[in-house]
Nanobody
Framework: QVQLVESGGGLVQAGESLRLSCAAS???????MGWYRQAPGKQREMIAT???????NYADSMEDRFTISRNNAKNTMYLQMNSLKADDTGIYYC????????????WGQGTQVTVST
């Protein structure tokens, strides 16, 4: 069992930056990690994923302002968000996924990001 705890959310002005962190209770080295978000009234969407080896996949239009990274030694993943817009408002979730048997997936509780104009 892996527990994920997000932090770093908050209220910012449009154009500002935030850095989110996701701390795992155990080793996340065998997991593909990812950041997702859910805006009010919308479905949860992927922002980016990063494998244990560092291969990164961004959703369309996310790479220009968002940067995902991870530190396996610290069991922590990060999301640097720059030039934030009002449309970035939502709850940001951390995800851990392992496809190998036994297949495992975990979600954090989410951290609120609110961007005001």
């Amino acid at each position: 069992q892996v527990q994920l705890v997000e932090s770093g959310g908050g209220l910012v002005q449009a154009g500002e930056s935030l850095r989110l962190s996701c701390a795992a209770s155990g080793s996340m080295s065998s997991f593909r990690m990812g950041w997702y978000r859910q805006a009010p009234g919308k479905q949860r969407e992927m922002i980016a994923t990063i494998t244990s080896g560092g291969t990164i996949n961004y959703a369309d239009s996310m790479e220009d302002r968002f940067t995902i990274s991870r530190n396996n030694a610290k069991n922590t993943m990060y999301l640097q968000m720059n030039s934030l817009k009002a449309d970035d408002t939502g709850i940001y979730y951390c995800n851990a996924f392992r496809a190998m048997t036994p297949r495992q997936m975990y979600w954090g509780q989410g951290t609120q990001v609110t961007v005001s104009t």
